[in-house]
Nanobody, 128 residues
Framework: QVQLVESGGGLVEAGASLRLSCVASVNSGRSFNSYAVAWFRQAPGKEREFVAAIGRNRYNYYDDSVKGRFTIAKDNAKNTVSLQMNSLKPEDTGVYYC???????????????????WGQGTQVTVSS
């Protein structure tokens, strides 16, 4: 069992930066180190979409729309995942969700249906 709590969302202007954080409480007997983690987002009226992930191989993966602007990081000692978002655009607006899974394979990282644990989300709004 893993509980995830996101924070750091807000309202910013285009071009600004935000840093999202996700704190994990792990009660599964597994170390947080063994979990893959990810960020997804959901805009109004749209499906939840992949943003970035750190696989169990410890490599980072990004959607093309955020590559070069967003950076995902994981701190296993503190059980946290962060998403540094720079050069924000209005199309980055949405609710951002943190996800974790201990058994997900690399080919499934971008599939929202393959992740076991989710946070409640944090709202990011970018004005033009």
């Amino acid at each position: 069992q893993v509980q995830l709590v996101e924070s750091g969302g807000g309202l910013v202007e285009a071009g600004a930066s935000l840093r999202l954080s996700c704190v994990a409480s792990v009660n599964s007997g597994r170390s947080f180190n063994s979990y893959a983690v990810a960020w997804f987002r959901q805009a109004p009226g749209k499906e939840r979409e992949f943003v970035a992930a750190i696989g169990r191989n410890r490599y980072n993966y990004y959607d093309d729309s955020v590559k070069g602007r967003f950076t995902i990081a994981k701190d296993n000692a503190k059980n946290t995942v962060s998403l540094q978002m720079n050069s924000l655009k209005p199309e980055d607006t949405g609710v951002y969700y943190c996800a974790a899974d201990s058994g997900i394979i690399l080919s499934s990282l971008r599939n929202r249906n393959q992740w076991d644990y989710w946070g409640q989300g944090t709202q990011v709004t970018v004005s033009s």
